[in-house]
């Protein structure tokens, strides 16, 4: 990002280590005292208001999420709070701006858990500001990024140095993955060719098996005596991923490498029965519900969700 020299890069972050940590990597230096780091929650629209109103950027890419898919399946209120309502919260901030990128995953691609349901939701948010806001915004779908915080590469790697077991959930389970490389190229690129409303998917090529990835670990450690223990898949996760729905049609791109697909728009207000307070299958029950929200026409009516309410706490 420094390299394609912005008149002001401004980070974003509520957790301070995540600001020191990539000031760090940026500068080689983390002063944090600096106007390039702003201590902000992604939740508190007054304040993210305020760092719009103030540092007026041109561009946005929005990082900011709540991801580990087990977690958000048992606190399925805090997707709501941070990635579903959060990113509203920065749309809305963002409403003058030239160009805004969501980052959302593959998991949002016919999602079965509440990280796919909250980021699909995103997806459609943002195509519904699309309609709204005169700039271009858009979102890019990533696979695993290799390298990232809490990526299974970093987890493996960490398990093998102390001596095992590397566990993996299924010995059948594939990923699409990304290098760090990969992802910044996808999101740069989308701000060049992304067309409003748009979500762009990098060719990340076949998915591989996580198996193989723990495998490799331990060859290139030169220690195949630590046992690979498999744990089952968890609530929410699936044994293969998409980078598609079933009702997208992937297009060409002007880049060889990326497609895109059309998501439907969300208006917000259609997503007010939201409670992130309610139990948690309730609060999953709905995040599925609002996923299919206008699409064909159809709508929840309040004996619909009366039904869900009924079934999930019976």
């Known amino acids: 990002m ?5 008149a002001e890069l401004v980070l974003v972050d509520r957790d301070e280590s995540a600001l020191h940590a990539v ?17 902000a929650d992604l939740r508190d629209a007054d304040a993210i208001q305020a760092i719009f109103a103030t540092r007026q950027p041109q561009v946005v890419f929005h990082a900011a999420a709540l991801k580990h898919l087990p ?26 701006v030239e160009s805004f990128v969501n980052i959302s995953t ?7 858990s509440v990280l796919g349901y909250s980021k699909r939701i995103t997806e459609r948010l943002t195509a519904h500001a699309a309609t709204r806001h005169p700039g271009r915004f858009l979102s890019v779908r990533f696979g695993n990024v290799l390298g990232s915080r809490g990526s299974v590469l970093t987890a493996f790697e960490a398990q093998a140095a102390a001596g095992g077991p590397i566990t993996v959930t299924h ?3 594939t990923r699409y993955l990304m290098t760090v490389q990969e992802a910044v190229h996808l999101v740069i690129q989308a701000t060049a060719i992304g067309r409003c409303g748009e979500v762009l998917v990098a060719n990340m090529g076949a998915p591989v098996a996580i198996e193989s990835v723990a495998r490799r670990i331990l060859a ?23 980078l598609f729905s079933c009702d997208e049609t992937a ?8 497609s895109c697909v059309d998501v439907p728009p969300l208006d917000p207000e259609e997503l007010r029965f939201l409670d992130a307070y309610a139990s948690p299958e309730t609060v999953t ?16 009516d309040e004996p619909e969700l009366l039904g869900v309410l009924s079934k999930v706490d019976a």
């Not at 500068?27 to 106007?35: C, F, N, Q, V």
């Not at 593959?106 to 079965?112: G, M, Q, R, V």
């Not at 297009?251 to 990326?258: F, G, K, S, V």
């Open 2 to 6: 420094r390299d394609l020299d912005p």
């Open 23 to 39: 000031q760090l990597s940026l500068y080689g230096r983390a002063l944090l005292s600096t106007p390039d780091t702003v201590l």
């Open 71 to 96: 977690l958000l399946q048992l606190f399925p209120g805090e997707a709501v709070k941070t990635n579903v309502w959060g990113t509203q919260v920065l749309l809305e901030a963002a409403r003058d």
């Open 106 to 112: 593959d998991k949002a691609a016919n999602p079965t």
């Open 171 to 173: 010995p059948e389970v």
């Open 251 to 258: 297009r060409a791109t002007a880049h060889p490498l990326i």
């Open 220 to 242: 290139a450690r030169g220690d195949m005596s630590v046992d690979i223990v498999y744990t089952g898949l968890r609530p929410g996760e699936k044994l293969h991923e998409d």
């Open 285 to 300: 029950a709905h995040l599925a519900l609002a996923c299919q929200l206008g699409i064909d026409g159809w709508r929840p």
